[in-house]
């Protein structure tokens, strides 16, 4: 991910979640925060795509499109 702007911030967090995050990732502190904003957004991205589930119509014949793979 390629970011335009880059915003410097303070945080207090306990430390042993600091701990558990950088060894989960093998990462610096800056990495690891990162990596679980990038993580929190994909939750709230599948979770929302979950919710259009059986509201989306689809207009293709899959057996026609499985058909074109064979």
């Not at 994909?42 to 499985?66: C, N, P, Q, T």
């Amino acid at each position: 991910m390629q970011t335009s702007a880059v915003r410097k911030v303070t945080m207090q967090l306990p430390e042993e979640l600091i701990e558990k995050a950088m060894a989960a990732t093998g990462e610096g502190l800056t990495p690891t925060v990162r990596r679980g904003l990038e993580a929190l957004i994909a939750v709230h991205s599948f979770d929302r795509v979950r919710e259009l589930r059986g509201k989306v119509k689809f207009s293709i014949d899959f057996d026609s499109l499985r058909r074109d793979f064979e």
